[in-house]
């Protein structure tokens, strides 16, 4: 190979070989791509791109030999040759894509800086139709999604080589193809569509002394074109047509150049003169600031005066939709510290400006005609009614924001400019509390909105919604008897028909009327958004939605403006019973688009958002109470109407002035209906609605072969999740120092710890499961919000604990649920689920943050060591003369310090336990299990027995006997325990979990090696791994003084506790229960046949087997009628959601078999051997037996209640099936006499039901 390589490197450039050697040299070296040997790979590699040609008609992608080495890249294992692949393959439209994808994420630093060296040699900025000015032609042009990939990846690169090869790559992109001129640069990368990505090219020309922004500054003042700089541009003579007032050379890209230049010498300003007054030396003092001046006096010749900057913003504004992007430059450029806005003829023009810019429609709302106008980079930014994204709107109020101030004390006086004019604007659109349901145009309502929703965003939270500002003339709000008035002054005359001894009294009442005609944040949104929730469009709606949440998120905001927030929002949250007024019918029709079931879904995506946002605020309890009475409100608000329409509906009474006969006529009633029942408390609040809305993510729909998309509402219930769990700690220091300093305000409340469990287990199933695969961003905001937690579990302080209590609480239950998902992506080829994977990284994480908070622990305790020492050096003189005999005492101090870390340690202790019990049941389950196959064999025979023993297995909480899942959770479970407890940690253990480890550690090493072992569902390594750690806890006891090992009789109370806590885990067959799609929410379930609104590589079930839907036979409509009849029924029998509720909830029955007690005490008693541990071995038999009996009885309730997520409702006749009145009844008994005999248990269910603690 090296010889070939030699030949072909010293042949001339004008020398070919010939046809047939040609193809001989390209079919051997081809052959040697597989070569085992990696260093005949890269010569291999290096040898065809030397030797093979580029035929002009076939593209590299197409061609043989090149096709071979871009499918070596991607299985290539060695670094080596993957840089040579990227280095030499030759580039063109139908390679360069492929190189990249593959490339592009290669995890060695070697292959990624030879990809960017690459790309500079061979790769251009943009292709001659791009950029008519390009310099350098010959080269592979980029797309601009390309270029802006390889800068924003390889400008933020960690490794520097990489990060410097990319450099290289901006450098020459800059130098050649730009020539030098950053405007063109700038225009490349789209400032419209990436402006992180501009800012970040242009810091980096400026680090690596290509472009220095002052010197760019003064350099455009001093230039002769008109528009070089704002001031040039003040000061040029204005036309009469106002698109000819605005220069060509006047693009998007020079505007963001302006403005990133001017923020930047504005920066160096300002740091130049704080750097001045802190120097000592005199010299330095005086160079800072005398750079300080430089820059300010190349600021002022770069930019006109503050009045001559709002008239030309309006200027450009005024030139038409195609310079409205620049026109929302120069405005953020405006509001620069530069500009002095405390002068009143400035601050006057200003106001005039905004009052053009906000209330004309012809500048706020002016359209364009164009077709393509929404499209990005051609200059136009559309305005909020015009389909925009609310951009230009924001740039408005920034320029207000400078002017007027905003946040703290001057965002009242923003609140009093603005208000007036936004109210004169939805006055001239004819948007009002009379039109905004139904009449206001869609696009005026969203301006009006849009504008008042983020005016209440600039003024800040500090002003409340009392704030108010003056009415314009002739409008007047709702609610004042204004209206009243003014109809009188019109009927009855001026105020000069009067005699003339009234006059005095008129101008009071003049003076009174100017007074209250006043409007408030509050009145205002009640104005315009109040009506908006029974809009036409869902986009109106969402607006709406968004004003009143803004509006509760202010000071003040608790007493009225947050229930009020709420009553719009309850009708649109997925409640029992709640459905939306505008679209009852839930999903999407199958007529219906993707693009239009998500439009749909706006509203209830606001109203999600919004009580996440409110829940951050103001404590999730307090908004779970204020929306749980709500709910009661509009429930007893819908009995009343349907009362009264019972009764008009008979003649009894007239409503609305329609008579009886003319209201039966106009709204007939169904037969049948019942009255609205108000869902139960227990099912509304912030933590179950956003559980209802991700459990699609987690498990599979019914009648579908995937989970629900991460779209849509789904989405954002589980940021929620992420955004609630990563807060909890804050808020609970905030609830703290509220019950500290109750006197100075209403009190705060945090979300329960066992609501945050559920919540981080709900984040920890989402990280693998298959739903979030295709969405990459959601996923990161998920190990974001995990990463923080553990961040905060490292803490030695009482939050860490509160963290590593929450991340031991949540361990089990996500790892019982994770049986149910697939292995995630890179598991090994054996995993049977996802469990493994899940229960390792918990663990390792949950091990690492205890270990790092025992090591803290014991930094911040240096003091305490010393001071023992000191003490037992004291006690050495006169140890003879104690009363003891001379026996040392255990200094207080180091039992205090083996007491702090002691509670460090304490929630991965605890988990240790809980895991070693798990185990040990599991064994236990198995062998009874075993044991009453066995005995049916014996007594039944072949038939009856195998009956039996499967009836005897399903009662069990794991089936280990051939579910795979379960036999890798419980092989698992042997892996744990040292990941747990680290060395550091099990060194911070107290004595009482040694010896309760030691204790349970022995026992589950029994269990293991006699039920677990033999039948292979644990492997002799993880054994091994038990055993290790058990050792090293014996020693570590031993060592321990003070710490002796459990007894049998204390042993009991423990196991009870742990049996209760692991008696309300989910089950297997809950777990792995599917969940009943909601055509409202899910997007993944919308009736017809729509595929696009199927989860990505999922199909529907065909036919009518085990939870499929008969999608063939069955129209949209019956579906829907069905639906919603499910629903109703669910409703009136006690309120259960559609989705089946995964938290543990623990039942007892009554009805236990007889015989069940014997089979439990001849099993543990076949299963008996004569250790230590046995009287305790039965105390574990006889609770796994009661818990077993309870786990059965329930199942067989359920059983009899309703048909099972795997059964169809058609499975069993309508005589046969218990009703569901019946069930809801015996459950509430089951559970009344549970909580009568059991309080631990008791507590546990009413925590896993969301009851306050």
């Given at each position: 190979m090296e010889l070939i390589l030699a030949v072909l490197r010293g042949l001339p450039g004008d020398v070919e070989l010939d046809e047939e050697s040609a193809k001989t040299a390209v079919k051997h070296l081809q052959e040697h791509l597989n070569d085992k040997d990696a260093k005949a790979r890269e010569l291999a590699v290096v040898a065809l791109c030397k030797l093979v040609t580029i035929q002009e008609d076939v593209p590299v992608a197409e061609h043989a030999p090149f096709k071979a080495i871009i499918d070596l890249l991607e299985v290539e294992t060695n670094k080596e040759v993957r840089a040579a692949v990227v280095s030499r393959l030759p580039l063109d439209g139908s390679s360069l894509p492929l190189l990249l994808a593959r490339g592009g994420g290669d995890d060695t630093a070697l292959v990624g800086q030879q990809l960017y060296l690459r790309l500079r040699q061979d790769l251009a900025l943009a292709s001659p139709e791009e950029d008519e000015g390009q310099v350098g032609s010959g080269r592979v042009a980029a797309s601009p999604q390309m270029r802006r990939e390889l800068l924003w990846t390889g400008l933020q690169e960690g490794r520097l080589e990489v990060r410097k090869a990319a450099q290289e790559l901006l450098g020459k992109w800059f130098v050649e193809d730009a020539a030098g001129d950053v405007t063109r640069l700038v225009a490349a990368l789209g400032p419209q569509e990436s402006p992180e990505l501009c800012d970040l090219v242009l810091d980096q020309l400026a680090q690596l002394q290509h472009w220095q922004p002052q010197a760019w500054l003064q350099a455009a003042a001093?230039?002769?074109?008109?528009?070089?700089?704002?001031?040039?541009?003040?000061?040029?003579?204005?036309?009469?047509?106002?698109?000819?007032?605005?220069?060509?050379?006047?693009?998007?890209?020079?505007?963001?150049?302006?403005?990133?230049?001017?923020?930047?010498?504005?920066?160096?300003?300002?740091?130049?003169?704080?750097?001045?007054?802190?120097?000592?030396?005199?010299?330095?003092?005086?160079?800072?600031?005398?750079?300080?001046?430089?820059?300010?006096?190349?600021?002022?010749?770069?930019?006109?005066?503050?009045?001559?900057?709002?008239?030309?913003?309006?200027?450009?504004?005024?030139?038409?939709?195609?310079?409205?992007?620049?026109?929302?430059?120069?405005?953020?450029?405006s509001a620069l510290p530069a500009f002095n806005w405390v002068d009143a003829a400035s601050r006057a023009v200003a106001v005039e400006v905004l009052q053009q810019l906000i209330a004309a429609p012809a500048v706020s709302?002016?359209?364009?005609?164009?077709?393509?106008?929404?499209?990005?980079?051609?200059?136009?930014?559309?305005?909020?009614?015009?389909?925009?994204?609310?951009?230009?709107?924001?740039?408005?109020?920034?320029?207000?924001?400078?002017?007027?101030?905003?946040?703290?004390?001057?965002?009242?006086?923003?609140?009093?400019?603005?208000?007036?004019?936004?109210?004169?604007?939805?006055?001239?659109?004819?948007?009002?509390?009379?039109?905004?349901?139904?009449?206001?145009?869609?696009?005026?309502?969203?301006?009006?909105?849009?504008?008042?929703?983020?005016?209440?965003?600039?003024?800040?939270?500090?002003?409340?919604?009392?704030?108010?500002?003056?009415?314009?003339?002739?409008?007047?709000?709702?609610?004042?008897?204004?209206?009243?008035?003014?109809?009188?002054?019109?009927?009855?005359?001026?105020?000069?028909?009067?005699?003339?001894?009234?006059?005095?009294?008129?101008?009071?009442?003049?003076?009174?009327?100017?007074?209250?005609?006043?409007?408030?944040?509050?009145?205002?949104?009640?104005?315009?958004?109040?009506?908006?929730?029974?809009?036409?469009?869902?986009?109106?709606?969402?607006?709406?939605?968004?004003?009143?949440?803004?509006?509760?998120?202010?000071?003040?905001?608790?007493?009225?403006?947050?229930?009020?927030?709420?009553?719009?929002?309850?009708?649109?949250?997925?409640?029992?019973?709640?459905?939306?007024?505008?679209?009852?019918?839930?999903?999407?029709?199958?007529?219906?688009?993707?693009?239009?079931?998500?439009?749909?879904?706006?509203?209830?995506?606001?109203?999600?958002?919004?009580?996440?946002?409110?829940?951050?605020?103001?404590?999730?309890?307090?908004?779970?109470?204020?929306?749980?009475?709500?709910?009661?409100?509009?429930?007893?608000?819908?009995?009343?109407?349907?009362?009264?329409?019972?009764?008009?509906?008979?003649?009894?009474?007239?409503?609305?002035?329609?008579?009886?006969?003319?209201?039966?006529?106009?709204?007939?009633?169904?037969?049948?209906a019942q009255p609205a029942v108000p869902p139960p408390q227990a099912a509304v609040g912030v933590v179950q609605i956003l559980l209802q809305l991700t459990e699609g993510l987690v498990r599979k729909l019914q009648g579908y072969d995937d989970y629900a998309e991460a779209a849509g509402p789904a989405a954002d219930a589980l940021l929620g999740c992420a955004r609630l769990a990563a807060q909890w700690g804050s808020q609970q220091r905030l609830a703290a120092y509220s019950r500290q300093h109750q006197a100075r305000g209403a009190g705060f409340s945090a979300t329960a710890a066992e609501l945050a469990e559920l919540l981080l287990v709900r984040l920890q199933l989402a990280r693998v499961s298959p739903a979030l695969e295709q969405q990459p961003q959601l996923l990161a905001v998920v190990h974001m919000a995990l990463g923080s937690v553990r961040e905060l579990a490292a803490q030695p302080n009482a939050g860490g604990a509160a963290y590593r209590q929450l991340l031991a609480a949540a361990f089990l239950p996500a790892a019982r649920c994770a049986m149910a998902l697939p292995p995630p992506p890179g598991a090994a080829a054996t995993a049977k689920c996802a469990a493994p994977e899940l229960m390792e990284g918990m663990a390792r994480e949950l091990g690492a943050a205890s270990a790092a908070a025992a090591d803290a622990a014991a930094a911040q305790l240096p003091d305490i060591d010393e001071d023992a020492e000191d003490e037992n050096e004291a006690e050495d003189d006169d140890v003879g003369s104690r009363p003891d005999g001379g026996v040392r005492q255990q200094p207080h101090q180091h039992s205090q310090r083996q007491q702090r870390l002691a509670e460090v340690a304490a929630a991965a202790a605890q988990l240790g336990k809980m895991v070693l019990e798990e185990l040990a049941l599991v064994a236990i389950e198995r062998d009874e299990a075993a044991g009453a196959g066995s005995e049916a064999d014996a007594s039944q025979g072949g038939g009856g027995s195998k009956?039996?023993?499967?009836?005897?297995?399903?009662?069990?909480?794991?089936?280990?006997?051939?579910?795979?899942?379960?036999?890798?959770?419980?092989?698992?479970?042997?892996?744990?325990?040292?990941?747990?407890?680290?060395?550091?940690?099990?060194?911070?253990?107290?004595?009482?979990?040694?010896?309760?480890?030691?204790?349970?550690?022995?026992r589950a090493v029994r269990f293991a090696e006699t039920e677990l072992r033999p039948d292979k569902v644990v492997t002799e390594a993880a054994l091994r791994k038990l055993r290790d750690l058990v050792e090293d806890v014996e020693n570590t006891r031993q060592e321990r003084a003070g710490s002796a090992a459990l007894t049998e009789e204390d042993a009991a109370p423990l196991l009870e506790a742990l049996l209760a806590r692991l008696a309300v885990l989910p089950s297997q067959a809950q777990v792995t229960a599917e969940v009943e799609a909601d055509e409202t929410w899910d997007l993944t379930s919308g009736s017809g046949g729509d595929q696009a609104q199927q989860p990505a590589g999922s199909s529907r079930r065909?036919?009518?087997?085990?939870?499929?839907?008969?999608?063939?036979?069955?129209?949209?409509?019956?579906?829907?009628?069905?639906?919603?009849?499910?629903?109703?029924?669910?409703?009136?029998?006690?309120?259960?959601?559609?989705?089946?509720?995964?938290?543990?909830?623990?039942?007892?029955?009554?009805?236990?078999?007889?015989?069940?007690?014997?089979?439990?005490?001849?099993?543990?008693?076949?299963?008996?051997?004569?250790?230590?541990?046995?009287?305790?071995?039965?105390?574990?038999?006889?609770?796994?037996?009661?818990?077993?009996?309870?786990?059965?009885?329930?199942?067989?309730?359920?059983?009899?209640?309703?048909?099972?997520?795997?059964?169809?409702?058609?499975?069993?006749?309508?005589?046969?099936?218990?009703?569901?009145?019946?069930?809801?009844a015996k459950a509430a008994e089951k559970m009344q006499v549970l909580k009568d005999n059991d309080k631990v248990a008791a507590r546990l269910v009413r925590l896993s039901q969301g009851e306050a603690r």
């Amino acid at each position: 190979m090296e010889l070939i390589l030699a030949v072909l490197r010293g042949l001339p450039g004008d020398v070919e070989l010939d046809e047939e050697s040609a193809k001989t040299a390209v079919k051997h070296l081809q052959e040697h791509l597989n070569d085992k040997d990696a260093k005949a790979r890269e010569l291999a590699v290096v040898a065809l791109c030397k030797l093979v040609t580029i035929q002009e008609d076939v593209p590299v992608a197409e061609h043989a030999p090149f096709k071979a080495i871009i499918d070596l890249l991607e299985v290539e294992t060695n670094k080596e040759v993957r840089a040579a692949v990227v280095s030499r393959l030759p580039l063109d439209g139908s390679s360069l894509p492929l190189l990249l994808a593959r490339g592009g994420g290669d995890d060695t630093a070697l292959v990624g800086q030879q990809l960017y060296l690459r790309l500079r040699q061979d790769l251009a900025l943009a292709s001659p139709e791009e950029d008519e000015g390009q310099v350098g032609s010959g080269r592979v042009a980029a797309s601009p999604q390309m270029r802006r990939e390889l800068l924003w990846t390889g400008l933020q690169e960690g490794r520097l080589e990489v990060r410097k090869a990319a450099q290289e790559l901006l450098g020459k992109w800059f130098v050649e193809d730009a020539a030098g001129d950053v405007t063109r640069l700038v225009a490349a990368l789209g400032p419209q569509e990436s402006p992180e990505l501009c800012d970040l090219v242009l810091d980096q020309l400026a680090q690596l002394q290509h472009w220095q922004p002052q010197a760019w500054l003064q350099a455009a003042a001093d230039a002769a074109d008109p528009g070089a700089s704002p001031r040039a541009l003040a000061a040029a003579a204005v036309p009469a047509a106002a698109a000819s007032a605005i220069p060509a050379a006047l693009t998007p890209a020079r505007a963001y150049v302006w403005l990133h230049a001017c923020r930047q010498v504005d920066q160096l300003v300002r740091s130049s003169g704080q750097a001045a007054a802190t120097r000592m030396a005199a010299s330095a003092a005086q160079a800072e600031a005398s750079a300080g001046a430089q820059a300010e006096a190349a600021l002022d010749a770069f930019l006109p005066s503050a009045a001559d900057m709002a008239q030309l913003c309006l200027r450009v504004a005024q030139a038409g939709p195609a310079h409205r992007y620049v026109a929302s430059v120069l405005l953020q450029l405006s509001a620069l510290p530069a500009f002095n806005w405390v002068d009143a003829a400035s601050r006057a023009v200003a106001v005039e400006v905004l009052q053009q810019l906000i209330a004309a429609p012809a500048v706020s709302m002016m359209a364009d005609e164009t077709s393509g106008s929404n499209g990005s980079g051609n200059g136009r930014l559309p305005p909020l009614g015009c389909g925009g994204g609310g951009h230009w709107e924001d740039a408005v109020l920034t320029l207000a924001t400078a002017v007027l101030g905003g946040g703290g004390s001057g965002g009242g006086a923003l609140v009093e400019a603005c208000l007036p004019l936004i109210l004169s604007l939805a006055e001239q659109l004819s948007v009002n509390q009379e039109t905004a349901d139904t009449e206001a145009p869609e696009g005026a309502m969203l301006q009006v909105l849009g504008y008042l929703r983020l005016l209440m965003v600039r003024a800040g939270a500090s002003v409340s919604p009392a704030a108010s500002a003056p009415l314009p003339p002739g409008i007047y709000a709702a609610g004042t008897g204004n209206e009243a008035a003014a109809g009188t002054d019109q009927a009855g005359g001026g105020p000069g028909d009067g005699d003339g001894d009234q006059g005095e009294e008129e101008e009071e009442e003049e003076e009174e009327e100017e007074v209250e005609r006043r409007i408030s944040l509050e009145q205002a949104v009640r104005k315009l958004a109040g009506h908006a929730g029974r809009h036409a469009s869902p986009a109106v709606r969402a607006a709406a939605v968004r004003c009143h949440v803004v509006l509760a998120l202010r000071d003040g905001g608790l007493e009225r403006a947050l229930p009020a927030a709420l009553s719009v929002m309850a009708p649109l949250l997925p409640l029992p019973g709640a459905r939306d007024s505008r679209n009852s019918s839930g999903g999407a029709s199958a007529a219906q688009s993707r693009k239009e079931a998500e439009w749909q879904q706006l509203p209830r995506r606001a109203a999600v958002q919004g009580l996440v946002d409110l829940s951050l605020l103001w404590g999730e309890p307090v908004v779970t109470a204020a929306l749980r009475r709500a709910v009661a409100a509009a429930a007893g608000a819908a009995q009343v109407a349907a009362v009264t329409e019972r009764m008009a509906a008979v003649g009894v009474m007239a409503v609305d002035g329609v008579d009886g006969g003319a209201a039966t006529a106009m709204a007939p009633t169904e037969e049948g209906a019942q009255p609205a029942v108000p869902p139960p408390q227990a099912a509304v609040g912030v933590v179950q609605i956003l559980l209802q809305l991700t459990e699609g993510l987690v498990r599979k729909l019914q009648g579908y072969d995937d989970y629900a998309e991460a779209a849509g509402p789904a989405a954002d219930a589980l940021l929620g999740c992420a955004r609630l769990a990563a807060q909890w700690g804050s808020q609970q220091r905030l609830a703290a120092y509220s019950r500290q300093h109750q006197a100075r305000g209403a009190g705060f409340s945090a979300t329960a710890a066992e609501l945050a469990e559920l919540l981080l287990v709900r984040l920890q199933l989402a990280r693998v499961s298959p739903a979030l695969e295709q969405q990459p961003q959601l996923l990161a905001v998920v190990h974001m919000a995990l990463g923080s937690v553990r961040e905060l579990a490292a803490q030695p302080n009482a939050g860490g604990a509160a963290y590593r209590q929450l991340l031991a609480a949540a361990f089990l239950p996500a790892a019982r649920c994770a049986m149910a998902l697939p292995p995630p992506p890179g598991a090994a080829a054996t995993a049977k689920c996802a469990a493994p994977e899940l229960m390792e990284g918990m663990a390792r994480e949950l091990g690492a943050a205890s270990a790092a908070a025992a090591d803290a622990a014991a930094a911040q305790l240096p003091d305490i060591d010393e001071d023992a020492e000191d003490e037992n050096e004291a006690e050495d003189d006169d140890v003879g003369s104690r009363p003891d005999g001379g026996v040392r005492q255990q200094p207080h101090q180091h039992s205090q310090r083996q007491q702090r870390l002691a509670e460090v340690a304490a929630a991965a202790a605890q988990l240790g336990k809980m895991v070693l019990e798990e185990l040990a049941l599991v064994a236990i389950e198995r062998d009874e299990a075993a044991g009453a196959g066995s005995e049916a064999d014996a007594s039944q025979g072949g038939g009856g027995s195998k009956r039996a023993g499967t009836s005897r297995r399903r009662r069990s909480p794991l089936d280990t006997h051939g579910d795979k899942a379960a036999q890798a959770y419980t092989e698992e479970l042997c892996k744990l325990p040292s990941l747990l407890l680290p060395a550091p940690v099990l060194m911070a253990v107290g004595g009482d979990d040694l010896a309760a480890l030691g204790f349970l550690g022995r026992r589950a090493v029994r269990f293991a090696e006699t039920e677990l072992r033999p039948d292979k569902v644990v492997t002799e390594a993880a054994l091994r791994k038990l055993r290790d750690l058990v050792e090293d806890v014996e020693n570590t006891r031993q060592e321990r003084a003070g710490s002796a090992a459990l007894t049998e009789e204390d042993a009991a109370p423990l196991l009870e506790a742990l049996l209760a806590r692991l008696a309300v885990l989910p089950s297997q067959a809950q777990v792995t229960a599917e969940v009943e799609a909601d055509e409202t929410w899910d997007l993944t379930s919308g009736s017809g046949g729509d595929q696009a609104q199927q989860p990505a590589g999922s199909s529907r079930r065909s036919g009518g087997g085990s939870g499929s839907r008969a999608t063939k036979s069955t129209s949209t409509a019956a579906t829907g009628r069905a639906t919603r009849a499910t629903r109703s029924k669910a409703a009136a029998t006690g309120g259960r959601t559609r989705r089946n509720d995964l938290r543990p909830v623990r039942e007892d029955d009554d009805e236990e078999d007889e015989d069940d007690g014997d089979e439990g005490g001849d099993a543990a008693s076949a299963g008996d051997d004569s250790s230590d541990d046995g009287d305790a071995v039965d105390v574990v038999r006889k609770r796994g037996k009661a818990a077993e009996a309870a786990a059965g009885s329930k199942a067989r309730g359920a059983a009899a209640a309703k048909p099972s997520s795997s059964q169809t409702s058609a499975a069993a006749p309508a005589g046969e099936r218990r009703s569901s009145r019946a069930a809801a009844a015996k459950a509430a008994e089951k559970m009344q006499v549970l909580k009568d005999n059991d309080k631990v248990a008791a507590r546990l269910v009413r925590l896993s039901q969301g009851e306050a603690r």
